[in-house]
């Protein structure tokens, strides 16, 4: 037990693009995320200033959007449903 980990290296591979979109999609949602960067990081540890950025981006910049986007739509409509209901 010398502090060694060991991975499944065909779930934690980025050989192909659709593996390394299952795996970067596990880790925006905390699911497993030591099991999709730790076999990274045992290579080399400046992947986790890759880690960290993408995880940043997502969480600061490409999730707030689209959830805002959903938010005033449905703003909107209730606005408009509102006042529809007003003028009965």
């Known amino acids: 037990m010398d502090n060694e980990v060991e991975f499944d290296e065909y779930s934690s591979n ?3 693009i659709l593996s390394a979109f299952n795996i970067m999609y596990a880790l925006i949602s905390f699911d497993n995320y030591p ?9 080399s540890p400046y992947y986790l200033i890759y880690f960290i950025l993408y995880l940043s981006l997502f969480i600061l910049l490409f999730v707030p959007v689209p959830v805002a986007f959903v938010f005033e739509a449905f703003r909107s409509h209730r606005s ?7 003028i009965k």
Request: charge should be positive; proline fraction near 5%; hydrophobic fraction near 45%.
């Open 35 to 43: 099991n999709c960067m730790l076999p990274s990081l045992k290579v």
């Open 14 to 16: 980025f050989s192909n």
């Open 80 to 86: 408009k449903l509102v006042i529809m209901d007003r």
